[in-house]
């Protein structure tokens, strides 16, 4: 079964870090492209890092640049999300979603055909 399974969400304070995790199972992640997307209430999803393997490519959106990173781990079929200086602007429920090798870094969820069912991050004091 091809799925991917979101984990770290939780609570933390401005400021703070966390470190999500985005596990792959019935494909390899590293013949994949990966994105890292959020959604808060009320707002459309909205992309923030991806990874394109097969292009080494990284893309950032701006409201993440310089705070965010994106990293895997092929041993573990993972790739991870850290999070660095959050702020409220941050909260949302992430998502982690892949697209078929070759795809270039994208912002468009019709791009990715394999996504997680979210964790929920919050930031608050």
């Known amino acids: 079964q091809v799925q991917l399974v979101e984990s770290g969400g939780g609570l933390v304070q401005p400021g703070g870090s966390l470190r999500l995790s985005c596990a792959a199972s019935?494909?390899?992640?590293?013949?994949?492209?990966v994105g890292w997307f959020r959604q808060a209430p009320g707002k459309e999803r909205e992309g923030v890092l991806c990874?394109?393997?097969?292009?080494?490519?990284?893309s950032y959106a701006d409201s993440v640049r310089g705070r965010f990173t994106i990293s895997s781990d092929n041993s573990k079929n993972t790739v991870y999300l850290q999070m660095n200086s959050v702020n409220s602007e941050d909260t949302a429920v992430y998502y982690c979603?892949?697209?078929?090798?070759?795809?270039?870094?994208?912002?468009?969820?019709?791009?990715?055909?394999?996504w997680g069912q979210g964790t929920q991050v919050t930031v608050s004091s």
């Open positions: 979603a892949s697209a078929p090798h070759g795809t270039y870094c994208s912002w468009s969820v019709t791009d990715y055909n394999v």
């Open positions: 019935g494909f390899s992640l590293d013949y994949s492209t």
């Open positions: 990874i394109s393997n097969a292009h080494a490519s990284t």
